[in-house]
């Protein structure tokens, strides 16, 4: 009897034989190691592709956007042509996703300067202008943001996340007239990427945001009076733009102060 009990401890109700249980401890230290190993993994992957786009900005402005190839960057950054097609596919699926690091790099100085403020027009108005000061601040983003246009501003990223934000509290509060917030994001980003465009083009007159950001207001359904005092509204002067790739470029001489104060000839 005794020989027949210790058997039978060793097999469930059903006869078959136990498997032997993994102590919780073993598991926890288990799963810990796994997702230590993913976490390595994300980081070394993302540092590869900071390296990428760090890499990417000197070869863009030794060589320009339609001369470099893909051989270029992966002799920059250091890496093999595999590693490069892990994280890219093309040329311009680099540029635009350098020119969209750089946006956000931007945003991260210029975002804080625009909650300080409670106005939703305000918001936006402002967000906008400095915006698009920071590019003559830094006229090589500038050309970049200008030949993928509107594309870094697809949902989820941060220029879209912020100027729709401030917009829905605009229409919700009744600031402005229009009844689509997609409607008024459109006007905002066109006006934002086609007066870069022209600021780095084209001779324009002073303060060339702020008249823009004035026919907005008035097309949004503001009183001309008001739209020219949000429009020409003094703003707070940024600071360096302090990110990995924005980093390593310098302001253009004479645009390190950013004022919305007209002059005379700009008012005439």
Known sequence: MLG???????????????????PMADRNEKVVSVDHRVRVGAQRREKTRLRLL???????????PDVAVIDDFIAAAGVSRGTFYNHFK???????????AMSDEVL????PLVLRLEDPVQRFATGTRLYMQMALRYPLWGSFITRVGTRIATRGQLIDIYLTRDLELAI??????????????DIV????????????????????PEHIMRCV??????????A???AFMPLATPGAVEGPIFSTLKPAKGTGRVSGKRSRAASA
Do not use: C, W
């Open 4 to 22: 027949i009990s210790l058997v039978a401890t060793d097999r469930g109700l059903g006869g078959e034989p136990r498997v032997p249980s993994t």
């Open 54 to 64: 760090e890499s990417a900005l000197g070869v863009f402005t030794e060589k320009g």
């Open 90 to 100: 093309t040329t311009n699926e680099l540029l635009l996703a350098l020119a969209t």
């Open 108 to 111: 991260q100085i210029v975002d």
């Open 172 to 185: 919700k509060s009744r600031r402005v007239k229009v009844d689509s917030v997609l409607v008024a994001r």
């Open 189 to 208: 980003l066109g006006s934002i990427f086609y007066g870069i465009e022209t600021m780095l083009t084209e001779p324009t007159r002073d303060h060339h």
């Open 217 to 226: 207001l008035i097309g949004l359904g503001l009183e001309p009076k008001e």
């Open 228 to 230: 020219e005092a949000i």
